[in-house]
Structure formats: structure tokens, C-alpha cells
């Protein structure tokens, strides 16, 4: 069952204003759905693929609390925040992977609105991806985070938009945008 906005959003607030055991109260609530978008961040990953979501997602939790963060004003950007932090956790471990052994077996990594990779490593792959929404970022922030939360997060089109302030055809726009941006700098323009 997905978590109320109201309560999530409730939670959030408590935390920052300090709460002690807010986000003791927190983590419950929200943990299904973050496991969700993990095993979803996970699922063009091969099979037997060391990091498994709840391991992407207390990853990702350390890095919460570890961490100075803003304040959160809902739960879709509380997810936007938990997407940017899987993407670090995929990247760190995707960085370790390729350093450990070059030149493996292909596989296809498909992230869902960005372009599918075809590489020979899946690492690679990811890691050339996050290359790539590096240099958007450099001058369109927006359009990376929007590929970041759909992609690494999983959040749905009415997130995003919620989590960024701005209408949903507006993300679907720019997500096209984005997506054509992160094929041609990929090299994989038709």
C-alpha cells in the first residue's frame, strides 16, 4: 500500500524541525515503495547482480542520514531526493565494478524515459550514462533531475512534476528533450 502524501509529508515536516524519531517513524512508512523503485532501478541489471534493492536502499538510507539535506516539503520530493541518492549508490557501485575487472560480458542496461544502453559492460554503460547526465546538468538541471527521478527513482510523471513544481506536460516534454540530448551525446542517434 502506498503511503498518504499527508503522512509522509507529516513525517518529513517532524524531521526537520528536529524530531527525534521522526525518521525512525519515516523509514516504515515509505520503506515499500522505496524498495519498489529500487528493485525497478535494478531490473536491467544481470542476473546475480551483487547489489539487491534492500541493500541499494540502505545504502541510500546511510547516505540520507549522513548527510546534510534540505528541508523536505513533500513526500514526491523526499522521492526526489531518493532517486538522486540510488543514482549515487548504482554509480559508486557500477565505478567499482569496472575497476575490478575490465572488459566483461554485455548486457543491456534500460533505464526507464532515458535511452536503452547497449554496451559491453553494464557498468560501463552506467557509468557513461551518468557521465552524460553530469554534462546536462551543466546547463539544464531540470531536464537531469527529471531523468534521474523517472530513471534511478521510478517516480511517476505527477511526482516529478509535484516534486519540481512544475505541470506534467511539461515533464513529459522535457523528458523528451532530455531523452534525445542523452542519445546523441551517447552516441546512440538514429
Request: with cysteine; proline share 4%.
Amino acid at each position: 500500500m502506498r503511503p498518504s502524501s499527508n503522512q509522509v509529508t507529516q513525517l518529513l515536516a517532524d524531521w526537520n524541525r528536529g524530531e527525534t524519531g521522526a525518521l525512525e517513524r519515516l523509514m516504515p512508512v515509505v520503506y515499500d515503495e522505496l524498495r519498489r523503485l529500487a528493485a525497478k532501478s535494478l531490473r536491467s541489471e544481470k542476473p546475480g547482480h551483487t547489489l539487491q534493492p534492500t541493500a541499494l536502499i540502505h545504502e541510500a538510507y546511510l547516505r540520507l542520514v549522513d548527510q546534510r539535506l534540505p528541508v523536505f516539503e513533500s513526500r514526491a520530493h523526499f522521492f526526489g531526493v531518493a532517486s538522486r541518492l540510488m543514482r549515487q549508490v548504482l554509480v559508486d557501485h557500477a565505478r567499482a565494478r569496472v575497476a575490478a575487472k575490465r572488459g566483461a560480458g554485455g548486457v543491456k542496461i534500460a533505464l526507464d524515459d532515458a535511452p536503452e544502453l547497449a554496451s559491453d559492460d553494464d557498468a560501463a554503460g552506467l557509468l557513461a550514462l551518468d557521465e552524460a547526465l553530469t554534462r546536462l546538468a551543466e546547463f539544464d538541471e531540470r531536464k537531469c533531475r527529471i531523468v534521474e527521478m523517472r530513471s534511478f527513482g521510478g517516480m511517476s510523471v505527477e511526482d516529478v512534476a509535484l516534486a519540481l513544481g512544475v505541470s506534467e506536460p511539461t515533464i513529459k516534454r522535457e523528458t523528451r528533450l532530455a531523452q534525445a540530448w542523452l542519445k546523441r551525446e551517447l552516441g546512440m542517434a538514429q
